[in-house]
């Protein structure tokens, strides 16, 4: 019984692999930089193009009453942003927000996060990556 149930819990593994190895990759990249008070917190997803899916962003409370935006924002040429979407803060331990792309059309693509209010809060984004096709 012992080997049947491991024998299924193997197979189950190996079918999770294959479905993650054609749907892409996942990655979660949190700021360096905690914000504070009146902020700036910004992450790049350079080169990032046609093969991103999905993103994630959550802005996490450590302290205080948390408040600001997040600005989803493309760019073709790494200067010039063109504001997609925003998540507005509100004060909670959890700020969070989904983003699926059906066609993207940047080249990159960043977070600027300008938290305002007596708060320290850090940024994190989550992304799913489509594999070369």
Do not use: P
């Not at 999770?16 to 990249?29: E, F, R």
């Not at 999905?54 to 493309?74: D, F, H």
């Amino acid at each position: 019984m012992k080997k049947l149930f491991l024998m299924a819990a193997l197979s189950l593994a190996v079918c999770s692999m294959v479905n993650a190895q054609k749907l892409g990759y996942s990655t979660i990249i949190q700021s360096k930089d905690t914000a504070t008070n009146a902020d700036t917190v910004v992450i790049n997803l350079f080169d990032a193009g046609s093969h991103l899916k999905s993103v994630q962003i959550t802005v996490i409370k450590v302290s205080g009453t948390v408040a600001g935006k997040v600005y989803l924002q493309g760019s073709n040429n790494n200067v010039n942003w063109i504001t997609l979407d925003s998540l507005t803060n509100s004060d909670q331990l959890y700020n969070t927000k989904a983003f699926i792309f059906s066609n993207t059309s940047y080249n990159s693509y960043r977070f600027l996060y300008n938290s305002t209010g007596t708060q320290r809060s850090v940024l994190q984004v989550a992304y799913v990556n489509r594999k070369d096709e």
